[in-house]
């Protein structure tokens, strides 16, 4: 029987309450279909660093390593000054195991409401591809004369030929492997002359390799446009690091919420993260009323990853089962059904 090494970091506010359910429904998922999940959690997160001062030990990255995926609920803590866990934890787990594609299916399944009048499921429907270890969150830059009248602040968008180049040809061999037909590549390159030229170029060099597939292109603000207006116009996205995190929280939304958007953290040749998209929401943490769904569906790309697609697509199936036939009639905090609640359905629905 496989067994695979998880790395767990609930994390901060409704990190560890989501987290729990989505690990449940993996468990149950593994058990049927075969193979075995070893847990190993870490408490890293606010709670953490307000104790101690550290926010990942110096050897974080070697001790993860050892692991076949990481699972992690939420990083976001309302007494630590913004910026801080996200650099700290979450951009250097990213950064520091080249987990250089963010995944983020937007997906509109049967039962949900989506605020797109006359959309419905077929319409909405793809997948964005989103550079992760670049572009404005690389960190460069600095301040001059702060705090004065004549201060500076200078942040640099960073593109490499070998980042867009491995952002791009995942984003092709995406749609083909998964029988999806076009690939729209997402920039700001009528004023991003520089970096997103780069994008541009390569873009339709890979793309010349993919006769097959359809290509295609619009500049971010129209895509923001199109999101809403033509949502079936998309199939695969691929943008930058910066663009990417903008177009998928409006992504979420037209899915139905953040209670339901997934995303992984890919490194497609070593050690990647799942993680939902949302936040920490303090507010709700500690209360059982999260709507695990976004982290549950984020343990099935887990899964899929893994090499189990079965339990990956019977998590997926568990899920739209359980929206469809009306079992969870609200996506957001504090529906009918508590976090435990869900995740107990969901665990059964995959047992089934
Ligand atoms: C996301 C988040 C992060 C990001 C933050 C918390 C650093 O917004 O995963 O989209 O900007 O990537
Ligand atoms: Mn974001």
Known sequence: MATYKIAVIPGDGIGPEVAAEAIKVAQAAAKKYGCKLELTYFNWGGDHYLATGELLPEDALDQLKKFDAMYLGAIGHPKVKTGVLEKGILLNLRFGLDQYINLRPVKLYPGVWTPLKDKGPKDIDFVVVREN???????????????????????EMVATRKGVERAVRYAFEFCRKN?????????????????????????WEVGEEYPALEKDHAHVDAITMWMVKNPEWFDVIVTDNMLGDIITDLGAMIQGGMGIAAGANLNPEGL??????????????????????AAIASAGLMMENLGEKKAGDAIEQAIIKALGEGHIKTLSAGGEKSTSEIGDLISEFVSE
């Open 272 to 293: 990647s993260m799942f993680e939902p998209i949302h936040g920490s929401a303090p507010k709700y943490a500690g209360l059982n009323k999260a709507n695990p769904l």
């Open 133 to 155: 270890t670049e572009s404005l969150y690389v960190g460069i830059g600095g301040f001059f004369k702060k705090g004065t009248p004549d201060e500076v602040a200078i942040q």
């Open 179 to 203: 029988g999806r037909k076009k690939v729209t590549l997402c920039d700001k390159s009528n004023v991003l002359t520089y970096a997103h030229d780069l994008w541009q170029r390569v873009f």
